[in-house]
Nanobody, 123 residues
């Protein structure tokens, strides 16, 4: 019954933008840390951006700083990842996840995962 559903992925040209959405059902997002993770073929899943529930602290991987922005809308029970200036190396399956309020941005800290949405950056 607990669900996280990602949407907004697709094919975009280098330099373009996408906004990913993660809608929660069966639980309330505002009591969890929320993270965006990505995994490319043959690579480990990595934390892209995370936001805490307790104090609103955010984390961004060095590779996306200045280009990606994480936000949450508690009224809609939804978290977003705005991705600008996309590069081919951003191509991956992107997952949203929820973890305990004290979670940082490592995959093992997160308990509930969405199904993933494909982001492909290519000309």
């Amino acid at each position: 019954q607990l669900q996280l559903v990602e949407s907004g992925g697709g094919l975009v040209q280098p330099g373009g933008s996408l906004r990913l959405s993660c809608a929660a059902s069966g639980f309330t997002l505002d009591y969890y840390a929320i993270g965006w993770f990505r995994q490319a073929p043959g690579k480990e899943r990595e934390g892209v951006s995370c936001i805490s529930s307790s104090d609103g602290s955010t984390y961004y991987a060095d590779s996306v700083k200045g280009r990606f922005t994480i936000s949450r809308d508690n009224a809609k029970n939804t978290v977003y990842l705005q991705m600008n200036s996309l590069k081919p190396e951003d191509t991956a399956v992107y997952y949203c996840a929820a973890g305990a309020v004290q979670a940082m941005c490592a995959p093992y800290e997160y308990d509930y995962w969405g199904q993933g949405t494909q982001v492909t950056v290519s000309s």
